[in-house]
């Protein structure tokens, strides 16, 4: 069950050029997405022409307009058609469903709800590539999974242990020990220390640190990591609770995660990840992406492979263990959202 009233990532921003429409599925739902030719004008439309029903993203972008190009219907940004080619009467239901849709730290995020219901501070607070501070690397993968499960995932990182042994050479702690989870009114809060460590894979260090990591999990699936490397005692000295980040000695990285279902079986997996200016250069961003890819496509096989199994079970449930509680917390939060717009 997903949410329609969130912003969902439907690519990112560098990926669209100005003039040339570009296709998603979101919720099952086909939508183009277009820059408008000569001026900033950002447009999504549902991808669904009104006269046969031709993909709009096979067309031409006419300065803020769309012309479908099979028979030539021209789609204002609203979606209401302009023109139709041989008529002068244009029927009042002559127009697509237009999105809402804002660019902001190098996504596209497109609002599912109702449009006057689209509140632009529900956007998750995501860094991506054009943050300042950060050097990141960006990247997205293509599930054969449902997006629920990816989200599961990202909610309980037990699995790391297990998963990302080879790639994140990731400890025990991760499955022996329970992170501190904190309820958020769109998501959940997950943060651990690891005190008297060498340091993170690829980044490992000469004396001990004590590595801090958090993570928001925002509706409707965006996770948006910081961590970073603090002297040895630190964890201690602010009691296992949260750090000053601004005396991070080491190693501070961002990364900024979003699961989109784009139908009931397939989802996008968009990624960006890298360091704090003050803690890496292009050299680092790219061994961590190199890392990150490692990672997400051992998280691919188990899950795809989990999809497949769950399909062929007749009314699969699940067993929770103790590691379950963010993944049931979100999960219902995100079921009493769904069940809120359907009767509201
Ligand atoms: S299907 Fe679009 S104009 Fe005919
Ligand atoms: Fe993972």
């Known amino acids: 069950m997903y949410t329609r009233n969130a912003w969902y990532v439907a690519g990112w921003s560098s990926d669209l050029e100005p003039g040339k429409p570009f296709a998603i599925r979101i919720l099952g739902e086909p939508i183009v997405i277009y820059r408008a030719v000569g001026s900033d004008r950002l447009v999504a439309l549902e991808d669904r022409c009104v006269h046969r029903l031709a993909p709009l993203s096979l067309g031409r972008c006419e300065g803020e307009n769309l012309r ?27 127009r697509v469903r237009a999105y809402p849709v804002v660019e902001r730290a190098s996504w596209l995020w497109v609002w599912l709800g109702d449009a006057d219901k689209a509140d632009e501070a529900l956007i998750p607070p995501s860094i991506g590539p054009d943050h300042p501070d950060y050097i990141m690397g960006q990247g997205f993968l293509d599930y054969d999974a449902e997006a629920r499960l990816i989200n599961d995932n990202l909610l309980d990182f037990s699995h790391l242990t297990y998963v990302h042994a080879a790639s994140f050479e990731a400890g025990d702690q991760f499955a022996h020990s329970l992170p501190k989870i904190e309820t958020l009114d769109r998501g959940i809060r997950y943060s651990r220390w690891a005190p008297n460590a060498r340091g993170p894979v690829g980044r490992r260090s000469e004396d001990l640190l004590d590595n801090y990591m958090s993570y928001e999990f925002l509706v409707p699936g965006v996770l948006l990591m910081w961590s970073g490397g603090f002297p040895a005692g630190t964890a201690e000295a602010c009691a296992f609770g949260p750090p000053d980040r601004s005396q991070a000695c080491a190693n501070v990285t961002f990364t900024s995660q979003a699961v989109t279902p784009m139908t009931d079986g397939t989802a996008r997996y968009f990624f960006c990840w890298g360091p704090h200016r003050d803690h890496g250069d292009e050299k680092l961003r790219d061994l961590l992406i190199n890392l990150a890819l490692q990672a997400f496509n051992e998280d691919k096989v188990m899950i795809e492979a989990q999809h497949k199994i769950i399909a062929l079970t ?14 049931t917390i979100f999960n219902r939060m995100v079921e009493r959202m769904a069940k809120d717009q359907s009767t509201g």
């Open 68 to 94: 479908c190009m099979y028979h030539g219907l021209l789609f204002g940004p609203d979606g209401v058609t302009r023109e139709i080619p041989g008529q002068d009467l244009i029927p009042p239901k002559a």
């Open 314 to 327: 007749p009314n699969p449930t699940v067993m929770p263990t103790a590691h379950d509680r963010p993944v």
